[in-house]
């Protein structure tokens, strides 16, 4: 079963990620291809490498993220200017720290519109979970909201993940 082929389709399906996502991470090597003529088919093996469970901090940072999502797609503009802004002025604030890499990515990201941001925002992959923590995101949600949403988060991990934490 490990060795089954998938369709690119598939595998965006699977890991909740656009196909042309799936078609990226295969042209940059990042996933195994096995070529069957002109089509690509992807092993089992690399989905189940890829899919992650998430420790409370990254499902509770994508539980945010999702809402940035929602206020993105009200006002994509505004969230992607607030998004910039936030990133230039951490770039200034960190010199030279690692996180600049994290902030060439987002910048990257952000260039190339709202459907990458959102593609990002939205995914389990590792590389997006660890992008999320050096979001440029801030202040994209009203207070109440994100208050709500983490309100939201925790009664979601009590239910769900029997933690004994019940704090941000």
Known sequence: MDDDLLTSGEVARMLGVSRQH??????RGEVEVVRTGKHRRIPRREVTRRVQTLTREQE?????HRAVVGQMMLDPDGVLSRAR???LRRR????????????DVWSET???GVDAVVE????????????????????ALEPDD????????REHWRSHHDDPLVGD
Not at 22 to 27: A, E, I, N, S
């Open 110 to 112: 952000l260039d190339r």
């Open 146 to 153: 994100r208050l709500r949403v983490l309100e939201a988060f």
């Open 60 to 64: 509770r940072s994508l539980w945010l």
């Open 120 to 139: 990002t925002l939205l995914s389990r992959a590792p590389a997006a979970c660890e992008l999320r923590q050096n979001s440029p995101f801030a202040g």
């Open 85 to 87: 802004d936030n990133l």
């Open 92 to 103: 200034e604030v960190h010199r030279g720290a690692v996180a600049q890499a994290y902030f």
């Open 22 to 27: 799936v078609v990226d991470l295969c042209d």
